[in-house]
Each structure stands twice: as C-alpha cells, then as structure tokens.
C-alpha cells in the first residue's frame, strides 16, 4: 500500500474512533450530570427527613411547654415518689423494671431527690402524649418503608434529671452526675451546649451513643421557661434509621456502589452511613452541608456506570469494530482494483500504465539526486514459432513462465512491467549498474527451472539514467541494445528466430 494510503486510512480510521469516542464521552458527560442530580436528590430527600424530625420536636415541645405549669395532685405526686427505684448509684423512675404506668419511658435523677422533679410530671406526660401522635413520617415516595419509631429523650437542666421516651436500663454510672453536660455524653458537646444558650432553635450533632458505643447523629432543640433554658429535647437517629432516609429505593443498583459519609466540624465526629461494594475509581462525587457544623459527603463508584451502561459500552465497541472493518474492506478493495488498474491480468506483473509521467518525474528526480536506475528491456525469443508449433495456450505459457522467472529475480521496490505482447521492462531502483546486468542471468536460471521444455528464451538490453534523461528515453536506448542483442544472437545463430 503506498504512503498516501496509508496515511489516508490512518486518518480516517482515527476519524471513527474520535467519532465514536466522542459519543461515548457525551454519554458519560450527560450520565456525570444526571448522577450528580441524583445525588441532590439523595441529600433532598434525607434533609427533608430531618425537617421533619425537627418540626416534630417543636410540636413536641410545644405540648410539653403547655403543661410546664400545671403541677401534679398531692396523690400523684406521693405516688411518684413511692415508686421511686433505685440501682446502685442511679435512682428514678422505671429504672430497675417497669412499674409506673403513667410514663411511656425511663426517669433518671442521679441523686435529685422526688420532690425536685416530681412537678414536671403532668408535662412529661404531655411529652409522651406528643410523641405518640406524631411519630409517623410520611414519606414522598409510595414504595418508601416508614421508619421506626425515634429515640426521644429530655434533659432537664433546672432540676437535673433525664428522661428517655422508652424505657431504658441504666447501667453507665455517666448518667449518675451531671459532668457529661461537658464530657461530650449524650451528644452534648461543649460546643452544642454553648449554641444553645445562644439562642439556636436546633442544634445538629454526631456523637458516640451512651448504650451502643457507636456513633449516632441527634438533634438538639431548647426548651425554654420564662425565658430560661430549662431544658433539652433530643432525637437520635441511628446508622439503621439514617440508612433507611437516604436508601435508593428506585435505584437499588446506585444503592450498592454509594459511599454515604456525614461529618460534625465541631468534634471532628464522622458517621459512615453507607460504604460501595467497590472502590475501583470514584466517578460522582456531592457534598453539601447541612448545618453550620455538618457535612454530608456522597460518591458513586465507577462499578455503577459499567453495570448500568453495559448496552452502551456494547454499541460503542460494536459500532467502532463494524466501522473499522468497513475502513479495512474499503482500502482493501481499493488496493485490489488499484492493482488491478496497473496489473497485467495474464502475468501479474505492472502494466504499461504504471509508466506514467509521474513515475518519469520521480525516476529523473532520483536521478539527480545521485540513485542509480537502471532500465533493462526484455523480448521473448521464438514467441510466433511456439504459437505456431504448439498453440496459442503455449504460448501464453511461455510469457507466463517468463514473467514468473523475473518477478522471482527482482526486489519488491523494483518495477517489473509487461508492456503488451512478449516484451518486458524492468526498473531497478537503487540498483548498481554492474549488478543490474547479472539481473538476466538470474532470469535465465529460473526460467530452468520453470520451464521442463526448455522452450523459453529471451534477448534483453540494459541502460542506466543519466541525469537529463526521461523515462521514456531511456527505454528506447534500452529497447535498442535489446535488439542489438537480439541481431547478435540471430547472426551467430545463422538466421532470424522471430
């Protein structure tokens, strides 16, 4: 294949992998942006959970503020303190078990005695009165699980005491004093207190649970009497309740390659929601804070795009290998009918027509530049006496046989040529010109061994360009030293052959 062919099908065949390649690309550009929504999406959905779970702690506190006043009945509040329990160091109410029914939960006093929190009864009962009307979330998409019941619990700092929703065993000797108020326990950090008493309605914030030793993420929302902050409601949400909010329920498949992470700047604290089934290269990445001190971080592995877009990765390796073999077939069969056009069909060798101006400009410019070309011009012997001895058939054979004879003597970069008839040329570039004159005897021996009958012979002439000359030229001076030849073995013969 020439070099301009070359060079042509090499720019095309890059023009269809650019092409295709760039389909792709703009696939995997417009799926990065969808992904990326998604991934707002994601963080939507799940800051609209907790939205919720804040505006139902204000209604909780609501309800609970309402009954800050009311104080209990003198047997009530008797009843309260006789069924005080205690363990070890821990004392209060449905400690040890489960005796006093008018709360949903666990009371904690440490060592406050009955009768400094025992008027706050009626409102922890409106407290529980609250969480048990307004626990449902409902959630935006039909399909979606409704979450379990949240961990709630109050801390009073007036009186000192905590009380959880449900009921709890007290074992961690913390809850007996009041110095994890500033120990980082129970999800106070001194940071998180310290917004509080500034005014901050809720406070968000990752801390290592008391009872699991994991890290949960909790809200913090103030309880105020007469303008005092009284107290603290706080709602946990656990590594299950958090997993629920944000799962993929109609991408199950995104689900399982999402790294989901949330970050508090205040302690430093990190909670790991989700981690991907594979970390082969992150290819979505979304973060944007929550609060002031929280962060929510997520990041879709690459594993996601190759499962979902298989069809895709499919149609590009299956459209770019058609239109390659399409690029192949084609220069291909240029190549063939080039071949063709400058072929002789009996011999395989060049025509007449590969002898073009152009070919006469690049031989003379090879020329000048000091490469030698020779040119040696061939004539079958005898040609009319084979047709007329044994046939037309052999005498084909005769050109057959002595076109193969030279196109198994000479190089690829040489130029063998029939051009018409029982004549021959042959173009030797490159070629010293006393080499070039052994180029016949080479003929000779594979025409012995080509040719049993011993029927095949030919005369021949050789010239070697001289600048100035053509290519044209330089064939006639070769065709006249080739019939000088001819005339010199026909006299020393005795007679004409042809």
Not at 177 to 186: A, I
Not at 355 to 373: C, D, N, Y
Request: charged content about 20%; aromatic content about 10%; hydrophobic content about 40%.
């Amino acid at each position: 294949m020439k070099l301009q062919s070359k060079i042509l099908r090499f720019v095309i065949s890059s023009g269809v992998v650019i092409l295709t390649s760039s389909f792709l690309i703009y696939e995997l550009v417009a799926s990065h942006r969808d992904m990326t929504e998604y991934m707002r999406y994601i963080i939507d959905k799940g800051e609209a959970a907790f939205l919720y779970d804040k505006y139902q702690n204000q209604l909780i506190i609501s309800q609970f503020t309402r009954k800050m006043g009311d104080r209990p009945t003198a047997q009530a509040a008797a009843r309260a303190c006789a069924s005080v329990q205690h363990r070890g160091d821990i004392s209060g109410l449905n400690v040890d078990d489960y005796t006093y029914t008018p709360l949903q939960g666990t009371l904690t006093a440490g060592h406050s005695p009955c009768q400094t929190w025992v008027n706050d009864l009626p409102a922890l009962e409106a407290f529980d009165s609250a969480i048990a009307n307004n626990t449902a979330w409902k959630s935006i998409l039909p399909n979606e699980p409704q979450p379990q019941k949240r961990f709630r619990y109050y801390i009073d700092l007036m009186n000192q005491y905590i009380y959880f929703n449900s009921p709890v065993k007290i074992t961690n000797t913390a809850l007996t004093g009041w110095n994890f108020l500033y120990g980082g326990r129970l999800g106070i950090s001194p940071a998180s207190l310290e917004n509080l008493f500034l005014g901050r309605t809720v406070v968000s914030s990752i801390y290592a649970d008391t009872f699991t030793r994991k890290n949960i993420l909790t809200f913090l929302t103030p309880v105020f009497q007469h303008e005092l902050l009284k107290g603290i409601v706080m709602v946990d949400l656990s590594h299950q309740d958090m997993r629920d909010i944000f799962y993929t329920h109609d991408r199950p498949l995104v689900w399982r390659y999402l790294d989901i992470s949330f970050t508090d700047s205040d302690n430093n604290a990190h909670i790991e929601v989700h981690r991907s089934a594979a970390h082969l290269l992150s290819y979505v990445n979304y973060s944007r804070p929550l609060a002031e001190n929280m962060r929510i971080e997520l990041s879709l592995d690459v594993m996601y795009f190759l499962l979902s877009s298989w069809k895709l990765f499919l149609f590009y390796l299956l459209t770019t290998a058609t239109l390659m073999h399409l690029v192949r077939t084609h220069f291909r069969l240029y190549q063939m009918v080039s071949k063709e056009n400058i072929s002789d069909s009996l011999t395989g060798l060049y025509n007449r027509k590969i002898l073009s101006p152009v070919q006469s400009m690049r031989l003379q410019r090879l020329t000048e530049q000091g490469a030698s070309i020779v040119i040696i011009a061939l004539d079958l012997d005898k040609l009319k006496k084979i047709n007329d001895t044994w046939g037309h058939n052999e005498g084909d054979r005769a050109i057959i046989l002595l076109a193969q004879a030279i196109s198994a003597t000479v190089r690829k970069s040489d130029y063998a040529v029939r051009l018409g008839g029982d004549e021959f040329c042959i173009i030797l570039v490159d070629y010293d010109e006393e080499d070039a004159r052994l180029i016949p005897q080479r003929i000779k021996a594979q025409l012995a061994l080509l040719d049993d009958e011993n029927r095949v012979s030919f005369s021949w002439g050789a010239y070697k360009m001289q600048v100035g000359d053509n290519l044209d030229t330089a064939m006639d001076i070769a065709d006249q030293r080739l019939y000088q030849h001819k005339h010199q073995r026909n006299g020393n013969n005795g007679g004409k052959h042809d």
